[in-house]
């Protein structure tokens, strides 16, 4: 089967910096995706790796190793509107986004 | 960059009753769009693929005549939820592709499902 596993719920207090991690087991691999969903929203586009390595976008940086099924999102300089789910997707071979369950962030003053 | 919207962004409908959804995308044409459904504390879960022109393309486990998706342009998409009852009552999200990567995907807003 397929499979991407993300934590359900993180802490972590405005300023500092998190790290959510994302394994995937899937049927081939053409990149992950990490999006931003706020309650009753629509999730949002935060980054894109298909390459090994780290990709840094302002406050927010995004890690794959593709050897290990293995990325992470590092958000720094947390604020409170980052408090937010975390959803992890894994393009497959066939070109099918596979979803994580979400990782839920609370940011705490 | 590209948009997508959706109309209505929230409904309440009586259980038995049918309800359209639309999605569009608005400056872009769309070749393909997706249909997800998400329930609370949930992630986004696809329903279907829809591309234009032909029949759309329903996931394991969802009911092709309970959920009835047109795709006539290449910027309309509509997800029909015929017969509603309680249970459908839902978060539903389509997406729209730019190009021909699935990289190139836009959210639409929402729309809020609720069946009385």
């Known amino acids: 089967g397929q499979n991407i596993d993300q934590p359900t719920e993180m802490t972590a207090t405005e300023g500092a910096i998190v790290q959510i991690n994302c394994t995937y087991q899937t049927s081939g691999f053409n990149g992950l995706f990490w999006y931003q969903q706020h309650a009753g929203e629509a999730p949002t586009f935060l980054s894109y790796n298909v390459l090994d390595g780290l990709e840094e976008k302002g406050r927010f940086s995004s890690f794959l190793s593709r050897s290990k099924g293995y990325s992470y999102l590092l958000l720094k300089e947390l604020q409170m509107k980052d408090s937010a789910s975390y959803l992890c997707?894994?393009?497959?071979?066939?070109?099918?986004?596979?979803w994580g369950a979400g990782t839920k962030l609370i940011i705490k003053p | 960059g590209a948009v997508v919207s959706q109309h209505p962004s929230w409904v309440i409908c009586k259980s038995g009753t049918s309800v359209k959804i639309e999605c569009r995308s608005l400056d872009f044409q769309a070749t393909t769009m997706f249909w997800y459904r998400q329930f609370p504390k949930q992630s986004l879960m696809l329903m279907a693929t829809s591309n234009e022109g032909s029949k759309a393309t329903y996931e394991q486990g969802v009911e092709k005549d309970k959920f009835l998706i047109n795709h006539a342009s290449l910027t309309l998409s509509t997800l029909t939820v015929t017969s509603a009852h309680p249970e459908d009552s839902s978060f539903y999200i389509c997406?729209?592709?730019?190009?021909?990567?699935?990289?190139?995907?836009?959210f639409g807003p929402g729309t809020r499902l609720t069946v009385t």
């Open positions: 997406s729209a592709i730019a190009g021909l990567e699935v990289s190139e995907q836009y």
């Open positions: 997707a894994v393009v497959n071979s066939n070109y099918q986004l596979i």
